[in-house]
């Protein structure tokens, strides 16, 4: 396999067990693992599960019910060690986009009800005399995910109650201590998503990508304690650690290559090229068959 595009095969893993369909309003939002449902069956009143889907119960119609009810649930869950502690950050509960949320769910349980979770990540460089150097961070020794590992110079969750100007505003400031007027000059540069059964269930992600071109002085700083340190790296030590490692927290690396591709690092005579293209950009729905059967 490919050095680069074993990263894009590692965040899209074969789906080789089963999973039920979640649903709201008939619906599909979200794909549950049968032993995660045993858990389930404890809320009667808020889930409706059958042998073959699991729904959310039709007495619990609108936004905030919903909202509520699952709320209560994921408090629950986490309470009893199900799930990973209760975060009180609400994750979107969507058949498709943002927008088209039905409900929310806490982010600590997002990952076993299998939604489709939102995140912001940002390219952080410096354009010198001898090309583009980019701004890594290594994460904190005590994160509870890739702890030490390399990582993209701002990266965050996206929750359903903040816009994506808001929340990167936010995230640039407390995870590198970039200032507002700067943070605002970020300029979007489309999306990855990927599909990846994991330890808590079925991640179906989508990571909204950002340049930021930096002053030559400017230097993070961690101001929320989950960054031990940044350094500074020229692109072509950057790609290197991505084709030769796997130093860098998983979905990183494929921003990173995104921005190989984008700047040119990368070019259509690299080996694999139009597989890792296409690769960074998984559907959104192109999984569900697969899912249901487990292969």
């Known amino acids: 396999m490919h050095a680069y595009y074993r990263h894009i095969a590692a965040c899209n893993t074969p789906i080789d067990e089963p999973f039920l369909p979640w649903r ?3 619906r599909t939002v979200g794909w549950l693992r049968p032993r995660f449902v045993e858990h389930l069956r404890a809320f009667d009143g808020v889930f409706d599960v059958a042998e073959h889907d699991v729904a959310l119960a039709s007495r ?8 509520s009810a699952l709320r209560d649930v994921a408090r629950e869950l986490a309470a009893r060690g199900v799930t990973a502690p209760y975060m009180d950050e609400p994750y979107a509960v969507t058949p498709a986009g943002r927008d088209a949320a039905l409900c929310v769910v806490d982010r600590a349980a997002a990952a076993y009800f299998g939604v489709r979770s939102f995140g912001q990540h940002l390219n952080g460089f410096v354009r010198r005399a001898d090309g583009i150097h980019m701004w890594l961070g290594r994460r904190a020794r005590d994160r509870l995910l890739f702890p030490g590992a390399l990582d993209n110079m701002v990266a965050g969750g996206l929750p359903h109650a903040l816009g994506l100007g808001e929340n990167l505003v936010k995230e640039c400031a407390e995870e590198a201590g970039v200032p507002q007027n700067l943070a605002t000059q970020a300029v979007p540069v489309g999306v990855v998503s990927y599909n990846r059964v994991a330890e808590r269930g079925l991640r179906r992600d989508v990571l909204y990508c950002y340049d930021l071109e930096l002053p030559d002085d400017f230097v993070p700083c961690n101001t929320d304690g989950e960054v031990d340190s940044f350094v500074l790296m020229p692109i072509e030590e950057v790609a290197e ?3 030769d490692t796997d130093e860098f927290k998983l979905n990183c690396n494929l921003v990173v290559i995104d921005f ?3 700047h040119g690092i990368l070019d259509p005579a690299e080996p694999g090229y139009l597989d890792l293209v296409l690769g960074l950009r998984q559907p959104l729905h192109g999984a569900d ?3 249901a059967s487990g292969s």
Do not use: H, N, P, Y
Request: aromatic share 4%.
């Open 289 to 291: 068959t697969r899912i």
């Open 24 to 26: 709201v309003d008939s």
């Open 260 to 262: 190989l591709v984008r």
């Open 241 to 243: 650690i991505v084709r």
């Open 60 to 67: 619990l119609q609108g936004f905030d019910a919903r909202s």
